[in-house]
């Protein structure tokens, strides 16, 4: 069946070229018109863990906090309870607040336990700090697969696909509101690894060994690739749920799992359409 798939995909694969190009524009054009969500490590704010006296609800909480906040003369731009487990609960704020104010808002109804105030200048040297690591992450990798292959064609295939799978997975991010924080940077920078795994499979199986048909090569290198996305997706899957469902504290976890899950989904049409078609037209154009 898996050969019969190939060749299939080998008879029209310039057609197929174009599916993993479409998605990512797409996402793209998704991103611009929806955006996506900052986390507080990125565009300032406040972050609290508080012990209550009691259990409360977690839109009670906003509110209370929210009239409080007025009473004192604060704005404030965002509330968002990410966590409340009976007593133990966390709340991030998107404005710099003081941590008297804070304290002032829930008074009676419990105390802090831990406080974590962001200013604006240190979430701008954030973001510079990333815009560094991503491309020095696109410059190494480039000049790496370059020095593999020698040849332009297939080392700007490698390069394209790790690009489009990370425009898809932020265009999931933006698509399921996983918030761009320092974690999920991380998980995008990781993703690029994966992707150039992948991509260097293919590209070594079908151009460096000469035994076989195209098919068979391809074949024989769908199978080890897919099993190992099929596997990281599995475990990235997991880990979110677990995050999620069983301990939602921990965010930057389940941030990195989503990210990766996204990216890994996007990665299998991308390397054995997208890639391989580029593959096979710069084969049969040597020839």
């Not at 954030?126 to 080392?155: D, H, N, T």
């Not at 320092?182 to 590209?203: E, K, N, P, R």
């Not at 965010?251 to 990766?260: D, P």
Request: charged share 15%; net charge negative; aromatic share 8%.
């Amino acid at each position: 069946m898996l050969e019969l798939m190939l060749e299939k995909l080998m008879k029209h694969y310039k057609l197929f070229i174009m599916i993993p190009l479409i998605i990512t524009g797409l996402s793209g054009l998704f991103i611009a018109f929806n955006g996506i969500d900052e986390g507080i490590d990125l565009k300032g704010g406040s972050i609290a863990s508080l012990k209550l006296k009691e259990p409360i609800n977690s839109s009670d909480l906003e509110n209370l906090l929210k009239a409080s906040f007025d009473s004192q003369g604060v704005i404030v731009n965002e509330i968002d309870v990410v966590s409340n487990r009976g007593t133990d609960v966390t709340v991030q704020i998107g404005t710099d607040l003081n941590s008297t104010v804070f304290e002032n808002a829930i008074r009676n109804k419990g105390t802090i336990a831990s406080y974590n105030s962001i200013g604006p200048v240190l979430s701008e040297e954030a973001m510079g700090q990333i815009y560094w690591a991503i491309g020095f992450a696109f410059l190494f990798m480039s000049i790496a697969v370059f020095i593999i292959f020698r040849e332009p064609v297939p080392s700007f295939g490698v390069i394209l696909g790790a690009f489009c799978d990370m425009v898809i997975a932020l265009g999931g991010m933006s698509l399921f509101n996983i918030p761009l924080t320092i974690a999920s940077i991380g998980g995008l920078l990781m993703l690029i690894a994966y992707s150039v795994d992948t991509d260097l499979l293919l590209t070594t199986r079908l151009l460096r060994r000469k035994e076989g048909t195209i098919i068979s090569r391809a074949q024989d290198a769908m199978k080890t690739g897919l099993t190992m996305s099929l596997t990281a997706i599995a475990a990235m899957l997991v880990l979110y749920i677990v995050t999620i469902f069983l301990i939602p504290e921990a965010s930057t976890l389940s941030n990195i799992a989503g990210v990766l899950t996204i990216g890994l989904i996007a990665d299998i049409p991308k390397t054995w359409l997208m890639n391989l078609g580029i593959l096979r037209w710069y084969m049969e154009w040597k020839k």
